[in-house]
């Protein structure tokens, strides 16, 4: 599809149009406002019926009072009208009326009829609908209406809707406008006009073609021009719609193709006056129709039109060459044809043109001969017919937008006979019941409700039907069912409302009929009008008011637009937007916005400009602890060979991104930061010096501009980064690769400035050398950060306000952002117009209201909170008016719609400026006006039509208005997970996971390790670690971690929670020391069952809880929580309840002098529980540990992730690893084996459907027991081998390293011996050992 342009286009095509001239059918530049009805006399105007001869149409002109004071008819129903002949066609800009003189008798509800013959009459249109203008409530008073766009008419007819309920209708009126006059020309569907060009071959930049045109036919060629070497224009009708094909050239490979299409418009068929203007500059072109304009932008890359002899209209000339196998000549008539200033119709009146194709070239429009009908949905017209007669022939064309309806019906001597339309499809029934019941159903067509004229044509007589749709005798539909017919003499079409024996499956059709014959007649409808044959209620005659509610299409970005008679839907499937016309978007804005919902580092689609142009697409977000990190890609591979380029003919590498330049425009203009490395690696190939200043290579931006800077360095700097940095190859140079060596080399770094990115081509200059080459990568486009999301202002005082240029939201407007606050009310924004405003405001703590006026009168949506609004925290507001409804949304969870009105007004039209934080009304007032007050508190994301306004800019130059907003958290707060603390930021906020066993953006990420045999982590406590971790190199957070430290040296109380799985048993899990000999351990017992040991002081032998019965070696994770306060210690195991112990009454309660944690393994002297030693700390824990917390230290993490000096360290082999804390995949145990279970009491979380089934469970039983006797005797055999192995002495258990005899103590024998061992093993994750 081509390409849609801006308002710069738009007003470059604008003003060069108005260079053009045109002749008088366009406005005049002098005011149109001249009473036209007034100077008429009195048999110009005529009516439907006169009450008496003074009430005649004569005298009903505007503040006359001749007569009996204006125009009343016979009888007050809705079949009256007034018309008003103005003797030749007339501009008319605005109608008014008063009710008859001294009466009480008025017209408060009228429509607007006009037409060039007093035939086919045409309903005035506005906002999409036959418009009801507003009339008078007294005699006196006048109401005039300005027409929403003029009209060109002869005759003008008024018909009353509803009128005074104390009298009866009652009219006088004036019409006003101007004189108008053009020239037309009648096209007979066999003459073409041909505009010779005053060169034999024309190079066309710009064009500008306008003519107005009416027709009945549904296909004809306009205009066409074409030159030789493959350029065209061609404007004709298809299926009665517009269709546009320009082509500024194709080459002859075919690579490029210009065609381009473009459709606009339908119904185009109705023998009424279109117009349409072409305005062409180059590429960019604006289609008008009927006051409706598209913008596009051709195919292809020529700017010329090159066409050849002639341009033509009405059709093809005999000598073209049809692009599309040719088409139709256009029948009907055009008027005011100009081309790039010149009168073709009046040259053509001069006979300057050449007009020989025609057979008798005419200058007055021919009339169409059609008479339609318009039915509603409670309309029939009842047509006599033969009575008593063997044979039913009936035809029509109808057109309709609804799938179904009634066609025709007419009750049978014998049975009944209906037409029908299902599904689009025309159906047959024909029910015969004399002397045996006999059916026909036939039906025939397909999409026959979409609009267009489709002819019917029915026969049915003795053993023969036959139902012809469109004239294709070839798909006729008969059918040879014996039967025999006696009509019944009437014939009901478009509706049957009586209440008989027999009746229709359907009771009414909503559309237009023409053409209709009965018994091979056309039927005389000028005398059922006049009332001298047939009846019929509440239809139109000589008229067709079908409206095309797809047309413009409201549906937006892709919405597919569907449509019955009375409205419009739109489909949005597949759009990404979703509402009434696909108007918002379904995604977020920005990785940011994604963040903040709680969402971790993925692919994501996101939509910048929300309801906006552009569409949505997929980047990849990180989310890091403090930043938000954009990423999109693009196809380059990496280390892309490049050869054989040189000055004069360089290699150009194109880069394509998973995005348009114009969606990666959209997130470089609102990020804070973005970066794109590149790297130029080279051999014999050189980058950017050349003896002439111009680089060897370059790269393309953004903007289409080379820049001669590398990465890691600035616009406007030709350096490399070695250059910047003083640091390249060769000092003569500024670029590693300008050496020129035969060695490889490398230039790389960032490009940083983000107006220039990102890097679009790279056109590579120095490669076609011997042994020369370059390997050229360039980096996916990252940008950090989002301003418009967190663009925000303060309001400090009631009165103080921001103000922006007023909003454009006539069709359509979308409004959405953030606000906190601690008042009660207030008002977001409002902007006004004449009667039209939009407002959104804080009526009360509870009550958000969105109200608005597009001239229907006043509509406000109330959405109500079950909690205080005024909490201090953010809350979101998204409002949203259309054509079809209007919605208010809080924080997504509340919501109200409400439908706009089938008639009514539907553009908003504004005009002040658009206030923020006050009403609009205060502008021109001190105090506050019908109640409502200023708002105190913080506005962010303000986004309006997809444009987010810049609040912190103008607050910057507003006094009571301050940039950004503090006081994040308290609203984001909640997202910091696992003891996570939120810290404030000027732009959002971050979570601080220094305290937990956890990282990531949220603190949600698990930090674990793998345990090899022997592998230990030791985190020491004490005024030992202080003292070293308080040097001037330590980093703020280890002076955190031992400031935590000392503070625990003696405990009351101890909160551990850790994960783990392994499949080794007996192993010590975590043991913490003091430098008494308190001491508290977890340990996997040699069945694989968990158990806490505790020791402080005061009892004789350690307090054992065995804390489960299961094995937990089972290479499943199992989490654990332990938690002691004094003597109650509570233990909990994966999901199962919490179990409570007790102290023994002789333990002491406190720990004293916590001294050291290990994980894994025990390794310090002095005096140790020798069961730890003996049974659980050979050969050490092997497996995963994950989220080891210990008060306020998290050890594991501190290994695995400190780089700077710290009270931890760690021996062996820790390979990072969220193993121990994958999600547990054994089912639970059932009742009757599971110890947890409490018999009669509450339910335990545990999922019954996923328990083994008994029988399974003693086969696992059975299974799992011989294996465990197999385990357990190989392990005996490996404990017995590693204790003869490892034999010591005394009360010192380890496993020493190699020198720790030279060392002055343990700890130094480890760091002798294991000196990288404080760093994080940088190895992939394997999977064998989970």
């Known amino acids: 599809m081509p390409r849609l342009l801006g308002p710069r286009l738009t007003l470059l095509l604008w003003i060069f149009s108005r260079i053009s001239s045109f002749d008088a059918a366009l406005p005049s530049p002098q005011k149109c406002d001249e009473a036209l009805s007034t100077p008429l006399p009195h048999n110009a105007f005529s009516s439907s019926s006169v009450f008496t001869s003074g009430y005649a149409p004569g005298y009903a002109k505007l503040n006359k009072r001749g007569g009996a004071g204006g125009w009343s008819p016979l009888d007050s129903d809705h079949y009256q009208w007034l018309q008003v002949d103005l003797g030749i066609r007339r501009q008319v800009t605005s109608v008014a009326t008063q009710g ?57 007819r008024f018909v009353p809707l509803d009128w005074s309920i104390e009298g009866r209708i009652g009219l006088r009126i004036e019409i006003y406008g101007c004189a108008y006059w053009s020239d037309v020309i009648n096209f007979d569907g066999q003459g073409v006009i041909s505009y010779r060009f005053k060169m034999k071959k024309m190079k066309i930049l710009k064009d500008v073609i306008s003519l107005k045109f009416k027709t009945s036919e549904s296909e004809g060629v306009i205009l066409h021009g074409e030159g030789q070497q493959g350029d065209y224009i061609t404007l004709e009708l298809r299926r009665a719609r517009l269709l546009l094909q320009i082509n500024l050239g194709s080459n002859q490979y075919g690579s490029i193709l210009g065609h381009t299409s473009v459709t606009s418009g339908s119904l185009l068929d109705d023998h009424h006056w279109h117009s349409v203007v072409i305005e062409r500059y180059r590429r960019n072109v604006n289609f008008t129709l009927d006051q409706h304009t598209q913008h596009f932008r051709t195919n292809g890359e020529f700017d010329h039109l090159d066409l050849d002899y002639e341009l033509s209209f009405g059709g093809m000339p005999y000598s073209g060459k049809p692009i599309t196998g040719g088409g139709k000549n256009f029948k009907g008539c055009m008027e005011s044809i100009n081309y790039n200033g010149e009168n073709i119709t009046d040259l053509a009146r001069r006979k300057k043109l050449d007009v020989s194709s025609f057979r008798n070239l005419s200058f007055s429009c021919v009339d169409s001969h059609t008479f339609p009908v318009f039915f509603n949905a409670t309309s029939f017209l009842q047509l006599p017919g033969r009575r008593e007669h063997n044979m039913v022939s009936v035809g029509f064309q109808f057109r309709t937008w609804n799938p179904n309806g009634l066609l025709l019906f007419s009750p049978l001597a014998d049975g009944l006979l209906e037409l029908v339309l299902i599904e689009g499809r025309v159906s047959v029934h024909i029910n015969v019941t004399q002397k045996k019941n006999t059916r026909i159903d036939v039906s025939s067509g397909s999409a026959l409700s979409d609009g267009e004229w489709h002819d019917v044509r029915f026969l049915a007589k003795e053993n023969s039907v036959m139902l012809t749709i469109d004239g294709d005798e070839s798909s006729a539909v008969r059918t040879n069912t014996p039967i025999q017919i006696t009509t019944g003499g009437s014939y009901h079409f478009g509706g049957y409302f009586q209440r008989t024996d027999v009746s229709p499956t359907q009771r009414a059709f909503q559309g237009c009929m023409q053409l209709i014959h009965v018994d091979d007649q056309l039927a005389d409808l000028h005398a059922v009008e006049q009332g001298r044959t047939g009846t019929f209620e509440n239809v139109s005659l000589d008229m067709c008011a079908i409206i095309d509610r797809c047309m413009p299409n409201h549906c937006e970005h892709g919405g597919r637009c569907t449509q019955t008679w009375d409205s419009f839907s739109c489909t949005c499937d597949g759009t990404g937007y979703v509402g009434a016309t696909c108007h918002t978007s379904v995604y977020e804005q920005s990785c940011e916005a994604y963040k903040h919902l709680g969402k971790t580092s993925d692919a994501y689609w996101i939509d910048p400009d929300g309801s906006g142009s552009l569409g949505p697409f997929k980047v990849i977000c990180n989310m890091t602890e403090d930043k938000v990190w954009t990423t999109v890609m693009n196809n380059l591979p990496p280390q892309t060979s490049v050869t054989g380029s040189s000055r004069e003919r360089r290699t150009v590498l194109q880069l394509n991104y998973s995005a348009s330049m114009e969606q990666v425009t959209a997130i470089t203009d609102s990020a804070e930061y973005c970066e794109q490395h590149v790297a130029y690696a080279c051999r014999t190939s050189r980058l950017l010096n050349t003896p002439e200043g111009i680089p060897y290579t370059w790269w393309v931006g953004r903007a289409n501009e080379k820049h001669f800077y590398w990465g890691g360095s600035s616009p406007g700097i030709q350096k490399c980064a070695c250059g910047i940095e003083r640091n390249c190859t060769d000092p003569k140079y500024y670029c590693n690769c300008d050496a020129d060596q035969k060695q490889w080399r490398e230039d790389s770094g960032l490009l940083a400035y983000k107006d220039h990115l990102p890097v679009n081509q790279v056109a590579v200059g120095d490669t076609n050398r011997p042994s020369s080459e370059a390997k050229l990568t360039v980096g996916p486009l990252r940008c950090q950060g989002d301003r418009n999301y967190w663009n925000a202002a303060s309001f400090n005082t009631p009165s103080s306000y921001l103000h922006f240029s007023t909003f454009q939201g006539e069709m359509s407007a979308d409004i959405s952002f953030y606000f906190k606050t601690s008042a009660p009310y207030g008002v977001f924004l409002e902007n006004l117009g004449n009667s039209d405003f939009i407002r959104l405001e804080l009526k009360s703590t509870t009550v958000v209201s969105f109200s608005f006026d597009v001239g229907n009168g006043p509509v406000e949506l109330n959405v109500h909170s079950p909690t205080p609004l005024n909490d201090d925290q953010w809350h979101r507001v998204v409002a ?22 089938a008639q009514g007004h539907t553009r908003l039209e504004l005009y002040s400026q658009l206030y923020v934080g006050k009403p609009a009304s205060w502008a021109c007032q001190d105090s506050a006006a019908s109640g409502q007050r200023g708002f105190l508190g913080c506005i962010r994301a303000l986004r309006m039509n997809g444009v987010t306004l810049d609040l912190e800019e103008r607050a910057k130059v507003t006094p009571g208005v301050k940039p950004g907003c503090s006081g994040h958290c308290t609203s984001f707060g909640m997202y910091c997970r696992n003891g996570g603390k939120c810290v404030e930021k000027y732009n959002g906020y971050s979570c601080d996971c220094s305290s937990t066993a956890y990282d990531g953006p949220f603190c949600t990420k698990d930090i674990g390790g793998f345990f090899e045999a022997g592998t230990l982590v030791r985190y020491n406590f004490g005024p030992e670690a202080g003292s070293s971790s308080s040097s001037s190199s330590s980093s703020s957070s280890s002076q955190m971690v031992v400031e935590a430290a000392s503070r625990e040296s003696n405990l009351t109380r101890e909160d551990l929670a850790f994960s783990f799985s392994t ?75 919490t179990v409570s112990y007790s102290l023994p009454d002789s333990s002491d309660t406190e720990f004293n002098l916590v001294k050291t944690l290990f994980l894994g393994k025990i390794f310090e002297t ?73 018999d009669g009491g509450p339910g335990f979380p545990f999922n019954e459907e996923r328990v083994i089934p008994d ?76």
């Open 100 to 156: 008859r003189y001294s009466s009480s008798d008025w017209t408060t509800r009228y429509r607007l009829l006009y037409s060039d013959t007093g035939r086919n009459w045409k309903p005035y249109h506005q906002d999409g609908n036959i418009w009801a203008f507003t009339g008078n409530s007294n005699t006196e008073s006048v109401v005039r209406h300005d027409l929403q766009h003029t009209i060109v008419a002869r005759f003008v």
């Open 1166 to 1238: 002095g005096k140790i529980d020798p069961v730890l030693i003996e049974k659980y700390n050979t050969p050490g824990f092997v497996g995963c540990l994950s989220r080891v917390q210990f008060n306020s230290i998290a050890p594991l993490k501190a290994a695995l992730r400190s780089h700077d000096p710290a009270p931890v360290s760690h021996l062996g082999k820790l390979v990072e690893s969220n193993c121990g804390a994958s999600p547990l995949t054994i089912p639970p145990m059932s009742a009757a084996t599971d110890p947890w279970h409490v």
């Open 1255 to 1330: 029988a399974v469970n003693r086969n696992s039983a059975i299974i799992g027991g011989i294996i465990a006797v197999v385990i357990f005797t190989v392990l005996c055999t490996l404990v017995f081998l590693i204790r003869y192995m490892f034999r010591h002495k005394g009360t010192y258990h380890t496993n020493e390293a190699k020198g720790a005899e030279s060392s002055e103590s343990a700890d130094a024998a480890i760091i002798g011996t294991e000196p990288p061992f404080t760093e994080t093993i940088e190895e992939s994750k394997k999977e064998w050992f989970i």
């Open 1063 to 1137: 499949t080794s048993a007996p192993s010590l899990l975590v043991y913490v020391s003091s430098h008494t000999q308190d001491y508290m351990a977890v340990v996997l017992r040699q069945n694989g069952t968990l158990q806490l040991r505790y020791d402080l002081g005061g009892m004789k032998e350690p307090f054992v809880v065995d804390v489960d019965q299961r094995n937990l070696a089972n290479g499943q994770p199992h989490t654990v929580n332990i938690s002691r306060l004094e003597r109650s210690v509570q233990v909990q195991l994966d999901h199962y309840p």
């Open 880 to 901: 949203e008016r259309n054509v079809k409804e209007a919605v208010l949304q809080l924080d997504q969870l509340h919501k109200e719609t409400r439908p706009a009105p």
